[in-house]
């Protein structure tokens, strides 16, 4: 059973930042694919930022220049850097982690989630 923990989220104004952190195992840093969702209420998760066991990152079209995923070997940490929020990206914020090495990009290939960071821009 993986475990995921997520940290860094609270509130921000509008066109402010803030970076996620995300800590697992590190066999899953190495070995898996890991990504970041968000869900508004009524509306079905979306993935913001994924990375590849080898280290590709790819991103959603709802943030795309406004993130950065990065991994902490050291740290075995997963994190997502925002930047310029917007009110629209009010969310509950998921790390993810699926069971394979690549990314399949939908929220059914992901296996293991953590409980969900809350990110509000006013």
């Known amino acids: 059973h993986v475990q995921l923990v997520e940290s860094g989220g609270g509130s921000v104004q509008a066109g402010g930042s803030l970076r996620l952190s995300c800590s697992a195992s590190?066999?899953?840093?190495?070995?898996?694919?890991m990504g970041w969702f968000r869900q508004v209420p009524g509306k079905e998760r979306a993935e913001v930022a994924s990375m590849d066991a080898a280290g590709t990152m790819a991103y959603g079209n709802s943030m795309a220049g406004r993130v950065f995923i990065s991994k902490d070997s050291a740290k075995n940490t997963l994190s997502l850097q925002m930047w310029n929020l917007k009110p629209e990206d009010t969310a509950m914020y998921y790390c993810?982690?699926?069971?394979?090495?690549?990314?399949?990009?939908?929220?059914?290939?992901?296996?293991?989630w953590g409980q969900g960071t809350q990110v509000t821009v006013s």
């Open positions: 590190r066999f899953y840093y190495t070995s898996n694919c």
């Open positions: 993810a982690a699926t069971d394979r090495a690549w990314c399949q990009h939908e929220e059914s290939s992901y296996a293991y």
